[in-house]
């Protein structure tokens, strides 16, 4: 039997699963019991529900841009209370200016920055709230961790609850799998152009969590190239990166599920076209595939990607041109060509999960060495990527 490569559950499902339990049920456990491979962005919001069932505490974000968004709002609709959040350098680097002034402008909350921590969040009363409104350009956690917000609020009896959302939105379809995840826990959602208005009052609901499309980004390269199979590759699944799935069948390639798993089949006959504001968490395995498509592919808005655990745009640039490949930036619109000799060599995973999974990949597809410093950060999203890639035949190597 072919080998069958597993991936985590989803991170993003499980945000907004656990923060809609919480704010329903006062607790949020029992979504993850006999959950395996827990991604530690995960663990970090679950720590910080726990603390904000309290009035005083500190919330260690560590470098988790989602779960410190997702808090931060839950944390300032806490009535008479007190939380200092932290995280690393880069966490404070990313955008959060447009949520934190959404939140004091509707709420009165109180910020006080450090340098850059900590974060300090002061509450008054209890709020009653009709409308946020917040730039959905640089993110959409913003509007997301104001509709997880609405929720709570209406919940608790506030009536309907307006979300204005500017601008043109980054990564909508995570907005969208945040309002389709309100709807499954029963509040209404009606949505008008760039407003969003929650209602109604929620109730428990117990999903099973799916399995994480951002690291099948990975896995469907690895089972291509291995003739292994894949487990839970939802097709149906609403997840922004879910249409790495159809990039795959544009460049050539098929997928079939059957017993046991999904199986990626055929050529790669030609690169890929990705709008990288769609899927940004696609975009390191699409260039990994890049590196061996029989012609060159190109990214467009990519700016993006600057604005991850690190500039990702300049790391992937970095990653194309060690395998011996060439790369062309014009504004935010990459084009990678593959490489006509393919090499190794060592690559600066910069403390980002993505980056590391993503060289490991390239070296499984290209046939070469790539070592890889800090290959133990793939625990931020996929803990038991080096398992399941080992089953693909890829060997972890880390870097000195």
Not at 42 to 56: A, E, H, I, N, P
Not at 81 to 97: D, N, W
Not at 211 to 225: E, F, K, M, Q, V
Not at 364 to 370: D, E, F, K, R
């Amino acid at each position: 039997m072919p080998e069958v490569l597993t991936p985590p559950l989803s991170k993003s499902d499980a945000h907004r699963v656990l923060v809609l339990r919480e704010l329903c049920e006062g607790t949020h456990e029992a979504a993850l019991e006999g959950a395996t491979d827990v991604p530690e962005d995960v663990l970090v919001l679950s720590r910080g529900l726990k603390t904000l069932r309290g009035s005083r505490g500190e919330l260690d974000c560590h470098d988790a841009g989602a779960p410190f968004r997702f808090l931060l709002t839950q944390a300032a609709l806490r009535p008479n209370s007190v939380f200092h959040f932290t995280g690393t350098a880069r966490l404070a680097e990313r955008p959060q200016r447009p949520l934190v002034d959404a939140l004091a402008k509707s709420l009165g909350v109180r910020f006080t920055e450090g340098s850059p921590w900590p974060l300090t969040v002061t509450t008054g009363p209890t709020p009653t709230v009709q409308r946020f409104e917040v730039s959905g350009v640089e993110s959409s956690q913003f509007a997301s961790s104001l509709v997880l917000g609405a929720a709570r609020l209406v919940h608790h009896g506030n009536p309907d609850v307006v979300v204005d959302v500017t601008g043109e939105s980054t990564s909508a379809g995570y907005l969208a799998l945040t309002l389709d995840w309100v709807r499954r826990f029963g509040f209404r959602v009606e949505v008008n152009g760039s407003r969003i208005t929650i209602g109604g009052r929620g109730t428990s609901v117990a999903p099973s969590l799916p399995g994480d499309w951002s690291s099948l980004t990975y896995l469907l390269p690895l089972a291509w190239r291995s003739n292994a199979r894949v487990a839970s590759v939802d097709l149906a699944s609403t997840h922004p990166d879910r249409t790495f799935a159809t990039h795959l069948e544009a460049a050539g390639l098929s997928l079939a599920t059957i017993e046991g798993g999904t199986e990626v089949r055929g050529a790669l006959t030609r690169g890929v076209l990705v709008d990288a504001s769609i899927c940004p968490d696609a975009v390191p395995g699409l260039v990994a595939l890049a590196l061996v498509a029989p012609a060159p592919s190109t990214f467009v808005r990519c700016s993006v990607l600057r604005l991850k655990e690190s500039d990702r745009l300049a790391a992937l640039v970095d990653l194309v041109h060690l395998t011996g490949g060439a790369t062309s930036l014009d504004g935010d619109t990459l084009t990678v060509s593959p490489p006509r000799t393919p090499r190794g060599g060592t690559f600066d995973g910069r403390s980002d999960h993505r980056l590391v999974i993503a060289a490991a990949v390239s070296g499984s597809l290209l046939g070469v060495t790539i070592s890889v410093r800090g290959t133990s950060a793939v625990a931020k999203s996929f803990p038991g990527f080096w398992r399941e890639a080992a089953k693909a035949h890829v060997t972890r190597r880390e870097a000195e």
